[in-house]
C-alpha cells in the first residue's frame, strides 16, 4: 500500500500543522455535557475514550478515532485488525481543554474507511487506572441514533465544541474510492481541518453516537476533501460546505472480553467472518467441493499447521479474494516458513486437482535465484515437489496453478508450501484460495 502524501477529509489541516487555520470556527454547544472530558488530542487528529456496552474496569482503555487518522490509510475495501505498534495521545478534561494524562496507544484494534471510517486503539491502561485520575470514559451507545437529536462534537485538536442537530442520514456518501454507510448529516456544524475522529456526542444523554470525518470543502463531486451524497437510488448530489459523520453503533455488535472481534455473530463491519457451524468431517465431496479446510485463509489458522504466523490480513499486499492471505518470506533475512494441511482424495475422484493463486514480490536484482519457494505432496516417506519459483518469478498479480493430484486418489497426503530467502533483500511470496476439487 503506498503512502499518500495528501490525506483527505477531515484530517489534512492537522497533518500540515495548525497554522494552516489560525483559528477553527466554532458554534456553541449548550449542554451539561459540552466538557473536554475523555477528549483525546492526537498529533495529526481528535479522538474520544470510549467504553463499549458491557465493558470490565479491568479491560484496557480504548480510544476511538477515524480510519483515515492512522497514518497510513487503509485503501479502499481493506481494513486492519489487531495490529500492534505505538502511539501516544493526550486525554483533556474540564471546560478549559486542560491536559489530564498522557496515554500510550499499543495495539490498533481495527480500522477501515470502507463502509465507515473508524478505528480503535488499545491503550496501556485500564479503565479503573484512569479513574483512580479522575477520568471516565465516555459510554458508546448501542443503538441507531434518531434524526434531529440534538449534537456536541467537541474537538481535542483544536479544543473547540461544535454544536448543532442531526439533520438526516445519507444512504451512501462516496468520496474519492471510498463509499460510507448510513452516514451522519449534520444541520450547520462545519467542522474544519483536524477535527476528524472527533466523537459526536448525543446531547440529552452524553453517549458517543457517532465521529466526526469529513466535509465538503470546494462543491467538487466525489472527490477527495468533497464527499457527495447518493440515495438508494443512485441519483448524486452535492452539498458544498456540508459536513458529516459516522455512526458508531455497529462497533458495539464486534466487541467482546476487552476488544473487538470480528468472528462475533452479528457483527457488520468490514473483514467480519461470523464463525461457521460445524461441518460434516466426511462429506461426500461434489465436483467443485473444496476438500481443504479454509483455503482462503479467511477464518484465520483454522486447518493449518506450520508458520500459522504467515496468515495475516496485512494490507502491505492485497490478497486475491477476501481480506486474508498466506504471505511467506519477506523478512530479508535466512530464514525459512511453511504452511500445510492434510487432505484426503476420494478414491472416486474423477479428476482431483490442487489449485491455488500466488504471487511473488521482491527486492532483489539480477539473473539469480536468491530466494526460492515450493509446493510439496507428502505422502507418507515419499516427498514429491509439484510446483517452485524463485524471486524470477516476480510479478504484479496473482497467477493461477494448477497440479493434477490423480496419483493420489484413496489416500491421505499432506500439502506442504514452503519457502527460503537468503540474507539479504526480502522476497515475498503471497499464495491465497488454495483449493482441492475431486473434479
Known amino acids: 500500500m503506498a503512502v499518500r502524501t495528501r ?107 470502507t463502509g465507515t471510517d473508524v478505528a480503535v486503539y488499545r491503550s496501556t491502561s485500564t479503565y479503573a487506572q484512569l479513574a483512580a485520575k479522575n477520568v471516565t470514559a465516555r459510554p458508546l451507545a448501542a443503538t441507531h441514533p434518531s434524526d434531529e437529536a440534538s449534537i456536541d462534537i467537541p474537538s481535542g485538536y483544536w479544543k473547540q465544541h461544535y454544536g448543532c442537530a442531526i439533520n438526516g442520514f445519507v444512504y451512501q456518501l462516496k468520496e ?43 462543491g467538487e463531486r466525489c472527490t477527495l476533501d468533497n464527499p457527495c451524497e447518493v440515495d438508494a437510488a443512485g441519483n448524486v448530489s452535492v452539498h458544498q460546505g456540508q459536513s458529516y459523520g459516522q455512526q458508531t453503533y455497529p462497533l458495539t455488535a464486534c466487541f467482546t472480553a476487552g476488544r473487538i472481534d470480528l468472528g462475533l455473530k452479528g457483527c457488520t463491519l468490514f473483514g467480519a467472518t461470523p464463525a461457521q457451524p460445524p461441518t460434516d468431517p466426511t462429506p461426500t465431496p461434489t465436483p467443485d467441493t473444496n476438500l481443504l479446510v479454509n483455503g482462503d485463509f479467511e477464518s484465520g489458522t483454522r486447518g493449518w499447521g506450520g508458520t500459522t504466523g504467515a496468515i495475516t490480513t496485512d494490507v502491505t499486499y492485497a490478497a486475491h479474494g477476501g481480506a486474508a492471505k498466506a504471505w511467506l518470506g519477506g523478512n530479508g533475512r535466512r530464514v525459512s516458513e511453511s504452511l ?97 476439487t475431486a473434479g
Open 7 to 113: 490525506i483527505p477529509l477531515v484530517a489534512l489541516s492537522a497533518v500540515v500543522g495548525a497554522a494552516t487555520l489560525a483559528s477553527a470556527p466554532a458554534s456553541s454547544a449548550a449542554t451539561r455535557f459540552a466538557t473536554y472530558d475523555a477528549i483525546v488530542a492526537l498529533d495529526n487528529c481528535s479522538g474520544s475514550l470510549v467504553r463499549f456496552p458491557g465493558a470490565a474496569d479491568t479491560d484496557k482503555a480504548l480510544v476511538l478515532t477515524n480510519g483515515h487518522c492512522i497514518g497510513t490509510m487503509p485503501e479502499p475495501s481493506t481494513f486492519v485488525y489487531d495490529k500492534a505498534g505505538t502511539r501516544s495521545a493526550t486525554v483533556l478534561g474540564g471546560s478549559d481543554a486542560h491536559t489530564v494524562t498522557k496515554l500510550t496507544l499499543d495495539r490498533l484494534q481495527y480500522a477501515t474507511m
Open 176 to 218: 474519492g474510492g471510498y463509499t460510507m454507510n448510513d452516514s451522519i448529516r449534520y444541520s450547520t456544524c462545519q467542522t474544519p481541518h483536524g477535527s476528524s475522529g472527533s466523537p459526536i456526542v448525543d446531547a440529552t444523554s452524553g453517549t458517543v453516537i457517532g465521529i466526526n470525518n469529513t466535509g465538503n470543502d470546494d
Open 340 to 436: 500445510s494441511q492434510s487432505v484426503t482424495i476420494p478414491a472416486n475422484a474423477k479428476t482431483p486437482t490442487l489449485t491455488y493463486w500466488s504471487r511473488v514480490v521482491t527486492a532483489e536484482t539480477g539473473s539469480r535465484a536468491y530466494d526460492t519457494f515450493s509446493l510439496d505432496v507428502v505422502d507418507g516417506t515419499s516427498t514429491k515437489r509439484v510446483a517452485s519459483a524463485s524471486n524470477l518469478d516476480a510479478s504484479s498479480d496473482y497467477v493461477r496453478h494448477t497440479v493434477d493430484l490423480s496419483a493420489y486418489k484413496g489416500r491421505s497426503v499432506t500439502l506442504r508450501f514452503s519457502e527460503s530467502e537468503d540474507a539479504d533483500l526480502a522476497t515475498s511470496f503471497l499464495v491465497d484460495d488454495v483449493s482441492v
